[in-house]
Structure formats: C-alpha cells, structure tokens
C-alpha cells in the first residue's frame, strides 16, 4: 500500500489522516496533513488543486464519503477484505447496508483481486465502476534465490502474517504436527502479532510442539525479506473467519514466491489468482489439516520439483505483482476515473 502510494508520479500525492506524521512512524510521507488540524477543508483542497480522494480501506469510506460529497470530489474507495466481504449472511448484510450510498455516489471501486471485485458486485456496486487493482511488491528487497532440502539439521517452514482467526494458524499448527512425525528436523518459525497469540501459543504447548514451533514476534520488512532467505518452505493457512473475514492476495505469498520458496496456502479467497495448485504452489482445503499437511509433504517427498515450481512462482510475481507494473496501472485507473468528471 505505502509503495503505491509514494510511488505515483503523474499525480502529487497528499496523504491526510488523523494523526501526526512524527519521526517515530515507519512509512514517511512528504506530503503528509493532519485533518484534525485543518480549518478549512475547502481552501485546502482548492490551493492543492485536489483531483479525487482515494480511501485505502472500505470502512474509512464511510467517514470520507460526507466531505467528498460537501466538495464534489471523486471518490475512489480501495477494499481489501472483509470490508468487501459476503462470506456470511451476517457480513453480506452489514456490508450491503452500509455501503447503500456509496455504491450510488462513489466514482470508482478498485479490488485488490479478481475475488473481491466479485465480492462487490454481490454486493450491487456498479460493475462499470470495478476494477481489480492488485498490491504490488518491491521485487529489489525479495531476490529470487534457489534452495534446496538440507541433508542435515534445520528443515524451516515459515509463516508470516498477523496472528489473526483468518490466518488459519490452529490449523497449520495441527498440521504441522502431522508432518513433523515424519520430518522430526522440522521447525515452523511464525512472525507477526496479534489478537491471537495467547490462543496459538496454547495450542503449541498443548500439542507438545514448544521446541519446534516458534513464535518470532513482530519485523519491519526488510526483517522479514532476511528470514526468507532462511527458510526452506512457506506456508499460509488462510481461512474464513466466523465474521466473514476474508484475504484478498496476502503480501507474504507473493513475498515467499518473489524469494524462490516453495508454498503452500489454501484455497481461499484471492489466493487461487496468485498460486496454480500444483504449478506454483500447493493449496488445500481451509480448516483441512490433514490436506495442508498433504501439501507441506508433497515439497519435502519430492525437492527435485522445488527450481521447477519456484521460477514459475517468481515469473508470475514478476509479470503480474511488479510495484512498477501495478503504479502504471493504478495511474491508468486514475485517468480512467478523472475523464468520467
């Protein structure tokens, strides 16, 4: 999200958020307001000249949405998950219900895959105005690096993702038991955090699995880009949640892909549209264990596939998951959206 925004060069961009842009925050933007300083906005948006207001997330379009209407600027609203979900009857209503204005007042609706463009036309947002705008990767930080089964010691599976229901940790955990019997070398190293932590790290205790698998806490990306080059597989057990929570395309697929590791993720959401079962990666069933396990012994019982499926992966991230790609594109939809005026 951070590169596709500072990245666009046939626009200025002017990031405003409720907050500060302090020397303590991670991404940095030049042109950067806080809203909750501004006076006002009509003044504001005139001096800069502003051409449409692009909201990154679909919940934040509803706080927007009154301004962009007050003005008469477009509004391009981005969703990336369950802001586009209708995965359970109670989602699809909330979301349907909510987003009853903007789907008549909004200028243009970017998905961040083809699976939730058609999430928003369940939903009745105006096919015209959808268009699937995939997140782009930084493929200088993510080289692509052949790897192999080692002989001897370590065998390191890695998952990255925050510790959230949607991220299917349980199951990789029960499945990784399943594979580690087998595999006794095995390790599974899982970075991130979140609101589930207390309840993964008792499922790994209870299973008896402190030794093998570790929780590795919280890394900025270029952290992460190190671990990568550790590891021998990655996986990624998304699945939906009891809310209808669901993934577009998680960045940490097309990270380990970009890397040259071999993946396994499930059939889920937007996932499909990045890895091909069996070409790319390996997908199981959500929630399905047994399968995932499937999946993880499928790569250590046949290595000799691991350059075979890997180039593959990288091509696919180079041709359609470029950042350099998706900022041209993202600048096409702009023009798009400001000649419709």
């Known amino acids: 999200m951070y590169n596709q925004i500072i990245g666009v060069k046939e626009y200025r961009t002017i990031v405003v958020g409720p907050f500060s842009n302090s020397k303590n925050v991670q991404y940095k933007f030049e042109h950067f307001y806080n809203i909750n300083e501004m006076k ?7 001096k800069h000249q502003v051409a449409a207001i692009h909201a990154h997330q679909g ?18 609203v981005h969703f990336r998950g369950r802001d586009s979900s209708t995965r359970t009857e109670d989602r699809y209503r909330r979301n349907k219900e909510r987003y009853k204005t903007l789907m008549n007042k909004g200028s243009g609706y970017f998905a961040v895959c083809q699976f939730l463009a058609e999430e928003l036309k369940k939903l009745g947002f105006p096919k015209d105005k959808i268009h699937v705008l995939y997140g782009g990767l ?18 390191r599976i890695l998952s990255v993702a925050r510790l959230v229901e949607k991220k299917g940790f349980l199951t990789l955990i029960n499945a990784f ?40 806490g919280a890394m900025d990306s270029k952290q992460i880009a190190k671990e990568l080059t550790k590891a021998h597989l990655f996986c990624l057990a998304s699945e939906t949640g009891k809310d209808g929570d669901v993934e577009g395309i998680p960045n940490a697929l097309k990270e380990a892909m970009a890397s040259g590791l071999p993946v396994i993720s499930t059939f889920h959401g937007g996932i499909p549209e990045l890895i091909e079962h069996k070409k790319t990666g390996y997908l199981a069933p959500e929630k399905d264990a047994k399968k995932l396990a499937e999946g993880m012994s499928y790569f250590l019982n046949h290595p000799e596939v691991w350059e075979k499926y890997t180039k593959k992966a990288r091509k696919v991230i180079e041709e359609k998951f470029d950042t350099n790609k998706q900022i041209l594109e993202q600048q096409r939809l702009y023009r798009l959206i400001e000649k419709k005026k």
Do not use: C, M, W
């Open 59 to 76: 919940k934040h379009s509803l706080e927007i949405l009154p301004t962009a209407l007050k003005y008469n600027i477009p509004l391009i």
């Open 177 to 216: 038991q399943l594979i580690q019997q087998k595999y006794p070398r095995a390790t599974l190293h899982i970075i991130g955090t979140g609101e589930d932590k207390d309840k993964i790290k008792s499922q790994i205790h209870k299973l008896g699995l402190k030794d093998r698998v570790f929780l590795r």
């Open 138 to 155: 930084d493929l200088n930080l993510y080289p692509y690096v052949k790897r192999f089964l080692p002989e001897e010691g370590e065998i």
């Open 40 to 46: 006002d906005l009509d003044s504001f948006f005139k």
